[in-house]
């Protein structure tokens, strides 16, 4: 693969001095939509990503070339970040040096960048965040800008919140960053604090599988969730000493929910169950009680999908025909409307499993999910370097 990259590098830039790196895509195992809440949630990097390879250039110009979306090499300036709906991708990158430059650092020297990746798109995978955090990964390389894995994360998410102009959290860039072999991070959402918890599969295996429906997080339903959230806390915060909708449980809940509408009752008891799944979820995985785990994640998805309304026909029969195949658990992954379902399955009869699933679900709707089995990995790194 790394033989490969070199040579894409040397087709497109004409030089065989590029440096290759590895950002990979994140799964959220529990605590969905919490993010933006500021509570817990429990994701892991994934081996599938964004490979990009790059070097620095004599001037102020930006090269890039992606395997995915270009037909030609793109180019801007340093100087000259506006977005381009014509080139949308690219936002993703433009909005990453933007986000060193509002931070302060002087970055006056642009790269020539070959991306290619082996993700799904548009499957919650987070590419985006593999894209941005890859970008500001590089320049942290290149510049020795020294930069800790929070702040990263957190001029990814400027990138994602403030140039792309989608209400996400800090999850999926930290996930990325700071992922490990074989371990999920339980990380706090408000403080940043996390603890790394180790996932040990003697006999399961992890599986994502794609309903194949596409959809674009900005204009998804995703921001409209958000809202309601906000509307929430600014409800119950009148009377509730709280900052986030987190710090509610579900008897702070009962007594607010005469002030809140029913959909956004709703909303704030997904996110109040949601986060108890996930700190129940670590418990059961340091005792070594992968079937609990699993059963919390086929929990999740009901909550997902009957008080939070963010999976759709797509998800919900796929996530219900694995689980009727054998899964131990599953539940959709992402921002929903589409994308993938997580499910943890016996290692056992694998193929069998996804025979039934393809066949069900495409007799359901039409067309067949794709699956990936993924083995959970290390964070954004030099490849070069290994």
């Known amino acids: ?76 300036s340093l100087h000259d970040l506006k977005k381009d709906v014509s080139h949308a991708w690219v936002d993703y990158i433009k909005g990453s040096i933007e986000a060193l430059q509002k931070e302060g650092f002087i970055i006056d020297k642009g790269i020539d960048l070959y991306i290619e990746g082996d993700m799904p798109l548009g499957a919650g995978l987070s590419s985006s965040a593999s894209l941005e955090m890859l970008v500001i990964y590089i320049f942290n390389t290149f510049y020795h800008l020294n930069l800790s894995k929070d702040k990263m994360a957190q001029l990814g998410q400027y990138a994602e919140n403030k140039f792309v102009g989608v209400n996400s959290g800090i999850m999926d860039q930290f996930a990325v960053i700071a ?152 539940r959709m992954t992402g921002a929903g409307f589409g994308g993938c379902v997580v499910a943890i399955i016996p290692d056992h009869d694998i193929e069998t499993l996804k025979e039934t699933v393809i066949h069900n679900y495409e007799k359901k709707i039409g067309y067949k999910p794709t699956f990936y089995e993924v083995k959970i990995t290390d964070g954004t790194q030099e490849l070069n370097a290994l």
């Open 1 to 76: 693969m790394i033989d490969h990259l070199h040579q894409a590098f040397n087709t497109y830039f004409n030089r065989t001095d590029g440096r290759v790196f590895f950002s990979p895509s994140r799964v959220n195992l529990i605590g969905e939509h919490i993010d933006y809440n500021g509570g817990f949630v429990f994701p892991c990097a994934l081996s599938y990503g964004t490979y990009g390879v790059a070097q620095l250039r004599d001037d102020d110009l930006v090269q890039v070339f992606s395997a995915s979306f270009s037909k030609s090499v793109y180019s801007f």
């Open 179 to 330: 992922g490990k072999k074989d371990h999920a991070i339980l990380l706090n959402t408000d403080t940043l604090a996390y603890e790394l918890i180790p996932i040990n599969l003697q006999h399961e295996k992890l599986i994502i599988a794609n309903t194949n429906k596409r959809r674009g997080l900005a204009e998804s339903k995703y921001n409209e969730r958000f809202r309601e959230c906000q509307e929430a806390l600014s409800i119950i915060e009148k009377t509730k000493h709280i900052t986030h909708l987190c710090e509610l449980n579900l008897d702070d809940l009962n007594d607010v929910k005469d002030d809140l509408s029913p959909v956004v009752y709703r909303r704030v008891k997904h996110v109040v169950t949601e986060q108890q799944r996930t700190i129940q979820s670590t418990k059961s995985l340091k005792q070594g009680d992968i079937t609990h785990f699993a059963k919390l994640m086929t929990s999740s998805h009901e909550s997902l999908r009957d008080d939070y309304e963010v999976t759709g026909i797509e998800l919900d029969t796929l996530q219900e025909e694995l689980i009727k195949a054998g899964a131990l658990g599953a």
